[in-house]
């Protein structure tokens, strides 16, 4: 039954026809009956519950549908979890952790930054001699599929790897003997790099100009480390594109005890450090984002 409507009626002439329809005798309003509510009524509300109750479990799927979808967009567009598989990054980083990278400032045009932590594809031959390790049990293979297709977990196929930036495109690197490492001339201080290990690891190198759009990664772990260093032989003299860097690692998410934050050191803010760096391209950069903002903002107005 439909809802039940209470309320006055106009349009149907009474049964005496004194009035004309008006509705009203001796210029009184007429006092219309309430009409009675159906038995049935208060018996169905019980059979409401029960509906509600069941469209619940019929919506279920379909908002695990929207949430893997969700994390699907996270993992494509903002934040994804990688896992540490070498002591490369030792001790800012240990074997079995699980980073946490940001996937969206590239999105944006940022290029990665000295001192940064990345992940970044193989650029060529750096991961050909690195074992995949699989998991004997199918069952838990394809789970960590599942769960690595949409981000929740790093994939056991990946073919990434996560150095620390030293230099920049334009900037000029080296380490000599037993360091320090200098960019641009400047000498670093390192308190990053594995205790007991030398800036320049058994590896010294340069001066090498880093090209445009290019960067020079090394491992904290200067002695375990086949980074920039080890592939000068390839295209790119051990040099990594910019565009094969997936992201920044911003934190340690797990283990819970190895919890921490992966900030820029400070022996990047240096002075003279940066002297490659073009000093109109922050304003520049501005005045491009600007132009447009202001012109949506008129149309908005309008």
Not at 94 to 114: C, H, M, N, S, Y
Not at 134 to 158: C, H, K, T, Y
Not at 259 to 283: E, R, S
């Amino acid at each position: 039954m439909g809802d039940l409507v209470i309320g006055a009626r106009s349009g149907a002439p009474e049964p005496d026809g004194t009035d004309g329809g008006s509705g009203q005798v001796d210029g009184t309003p007429e006092a219309v009956p309430s009409e009675p509510v159906a038995d049935g009524a208060e018996e169905q509300r019980p059979d409401r519950k029960e509906q509600k109750q069941r469209s619940f479990w019929k919506e279920l799927p379909i908002l695990i549908g929207i949430a893997l979808i969700l994390a699907l967009v996270i993992k494509t567009f903002f934040v994804q979890a990688f896992s540490i598989p070498s002591g490369s990054m030792q001790n800012t980083l240990q074997i079995g952790d699980r980073v946490l990278v940001d996937k969206l400032t590239p999105w944006f045009g940022a290029e990665p930054e000295r001192g940064e932590v990345v992940v970044f594809h193989d650029p060529g031959g750096w991961l050909n001699d690195e074992p995949v390790q699989q998991n004997d049990n199918a069952f838990v293979r394809g789970l960590q599929d599942v769960l690595s297709f949409i981000g929740l977990m790093p994939s056991a196929n990946e073919k990434d790897l996560i150095k620390r930036v030293v230099g920049v495109g334009g900037d000029t690197v080296e380490c000599q003997g037993t360091g320090p490492l200098k960019v641009n001339g400047v000498a670093l201080n390192e308190p990053y790099v594995f205790p007991g290990a030398t800036p320049c690891g058994d590896k010294p190198f340069g001066p090498i100009k880093v090209p445009k759009g290019r960067i020079w990664v090394m491992g904290d772990h200067r002695n375990d480390s086949l980074d920039s260093r080890y592939h000068q032989d390839q295209p790119g003299g051990g040099t990594v594109p910019v565009d094969n860097v997936i992201g920044r690692a911003f934190v340690v998410a797990w283990p819970i005890s190895n919890w921490a934050t992966l900030p820029v050191p400070d022996t990047f803010d240096q002075k003279g450090l940066a002297a490659a760096a073009l000093p109109f391209a922050p304003p520049a950069a501005g005045a491009a984002l600007a132009v447009p903002a202001v012109y949506w903002l008129r149309r908005y107005r309008r």
